[in-house]
């Protein structure tokens, strides 16, 4: 069981009826999508519409799944382009923070 500052899956198993298997599920359909490619090319095109709803789409479902770090710096993200501010800086610890928690699920799935 993996509990810390990036995942906190005694919490996700709360949620979902403490069925480790589903979660296992969701997480794998977390690392089939690439958010963060969507973010970063919806950011190089200026899209700033597109990459808020990309960094609250990843904010949302790393909330749902006790990805607590990737939901945090997703949510910083997602304010940083709503404000039309430079998230260079919060786009790059978003992608590092999503590195990580891959990292982590891939040891937690494996299990």
Request: glycine fraction near 6%; charge should be negative; aromatic fraction near 6%.
């Amino acid at each position: 069981m993996i509990n810390g500052e990036y995942i906190d899956a005694s919490a996700a198993l709360k949620r979902i009826g403490g069925n480790n298997e589903f979660y296992k599920k969701l997480l794998n359909q977390l690392l089939e999508n690439d958010h963060i490619g969507l973010i970063k090319n919806a950011l190089d095109s200026e899209d700033s519409s597109k990459a808020a709803r990309e960094a609250h789409s990843l904010k949302g479902v790393s909330a749902n799944l006790s990805l607590l770090k990737l939901a945090a710096v997703s949510a910083a993200l997602e304010k940083e382009i709503k404000d039309e501010k430079d998230c260079t800086g919060a786009f790059n610890e978003v992608k590092e923070a999503y590195d990580i928690t891959v990292e982590q699920i891939k040891l937690y799935v494996n299990q």
